[in-house]
């Protein structure tokens, strides 16, 4: 008996000695989660909630009201558009300083703490979302397009609808939506093609026969583009004739350069004037480019 006791009084303080990391680390994570959960303002979560579902709702009925005023002042659609960018881009940040500052206990500790380790693996977490802010600032002070803009970026084209905090929303001609990060407007090249205008200028090449009438060829492309309803008559229509030559064919090339009055008409403004030009080039009786006789040989 005597013996098991002695035992028992030598294994009893390793025991305790291998219990007590454990039992101190589970305090340590306790005390952690203590001063986290103090650090919030639970009641301040409530209302940001608020907040937020206000903000949202405010900015849906301004999207519908810009939307509304945009179809009934098509003149200024580009002027409104760019308005509620700016507008959604303020809210946005006002939003997120009010629930931070609402949400969190904001003092000097706390400052510290973001300073410390947890500032760095957020940093790390959301570089690309910091990097893709900061390029949405420099869009809206450099101005390289626009909402509204129609413009052409990695291989989509199409019309700016949206200047976010992290990305640029582009609706393609086809109807897609491509969402595009800020930060790749920095480094890769845009073309835009009326930069802040609604006007834009349309280029059309039509081809005819070396043969053919093309002092009359180069009237009807000039009347086709001056007579149709969407052609912006305040800027020149120019047709330029140049003259080109392949192993297969040897053509005269018509060159329209026009413009149509609102960015969103130009596949209806070029429909329109091929048809133009198309009927009139048949009525008239002038041909398209025909193979060469080498070219018929060889095939």
């Known amino acids: 008996m005597n013996k098991l006791i002695l035992n028992l009084a030598r294994i009893a303080p390793a025991a305790l000695l291998a219990v007590a990391p454990a ?6 994570d306790l005390d952690a ?18 907040v937020v579902a206000g903000a949202w709702m405010l900015m849906r009925v301004a999207g519908g009201f810009v939307s509304g005023l945009s179809s009934r002042f098509t003149a200024r659609r580009l002027l409104f558009k760019k308005v509620q960018t700016i507008i959604q881009f303020l809210v946005f940040v006002i939003i997120t300083i009010v629930v931070v500052t609402l949400s969190f206990e904001i003092d000097q500790t706390v400052l510290a703490v973001i300073g410390g380790s947890i500032a760095v693996a957020v940093g790390f977490a959301v570089k690309d979302l910091v990097a893709s802010f900061i390029a949405g600032i420099i869009i809206l ?34 109807d897609n939506t491509v969402t595009i990060p800020n930060s790749k407007f920095l480094s890769d090249i845009t073309s835009s093609g009326n930069f802040g205008a609604l006007d834009m200028q349309i280029v059309m090449d039509f081809h005819i026969a070396i043969d053919q009438d093309f002092d009359r060829a180069r009237e009807i492309v000039r009347e086709a583009a001056l007579s149709s309803r969407y052609v912006f008559l305040s ?13 297969a064919l040897v053509s005269v090339r018509l060159r329209l350069k026009a413009y149509v009055l609102d960015a969103k008409y130009e596949k209806t403004f070029e429909t329109d004037v ?26």
């Open 33 to 50: 989660v203590s001063q986290l959960a103090n650090l919030v303002r639970w009641s301040g979560v409530v209302t940001s909630i608020f």
């Open 235 to 247: 800027k020149p229509i120019v047709v330029l004739v140049t003259q080109e030559a392949s192993t």
């Open 274 to 299: 091929n048809l133009r030009v198309l009927r009139a080039f048949r009525n008239e009786g002038i041909s398209a480019p025909q193979l060469t006789p080498g070219a018929i040989a060889a095939a």
């Open 141 to 174: 002070i450099d101005r390289p397009f626009q909402v509204g803009d129609r413009v052409d970026f990695g291989g989509f084209y199409g019309d700016i609808t949206a200047i976010g905090l992290r990305s640029v929303r582009l609706q393609t001609l086809d």
């Open 23 to 28: 039992s101190a680390q589970a305090v340590s």
